[in-house]
């Protein structure tokens, strides 16, 4: 084996920054080459959370938010990760989503 996919299906609350950091440093100690795949990240904290709560301002700007600081993090770490890919989901119920890859370079 000479790489690792991370999933990222992630919502607004989690991961935290430290443990996708850790998760990173912790396989490129290992010598594997990271991917982060299927990167999205949901407007709900939790599946108990869709109950009754749409898409709200304040839930697309803790996405945004979210999305901000994995991309920083990303970039802290482009030495270690060779591709990001995924889909940005614009509207409520993934009415439209927009895929993306990114070579880290």
């Known amino acids: 084996m000479h790489g690792v996919g991370l999933q990222g299906h992630w919502n607004i609350s989690n991961p935290p920054a430290q443990e996708i950091r850790e998760s990173i440093d912790r396989f490129f100690s290992l ?5 982060i795949t299927e990167l999205d990240v949901s407007i709900f904290a939790s599946r108990n959370d869709t109950i009754n709560m749409g898409f709200t301002p304040e839930r697309e ?12 993090l990303f970039r802290e770490k482009k030495d270690f990760i060779s ?3 995924g889909e940005f989901i614009t509207l409520p119920h993934a009415l439209m989503k927009e895929s993306f890859n990114f070579l880290i370079e």
């Open 31 to 35: 010598g594997l080459e990271i991917q």
């Open 61 to 72: 700007q803790k996405q945004i938010d979210f999305y901000r600081m994995a991309f920083d």
């Open 83 to 85: 591709l990001i890919s």
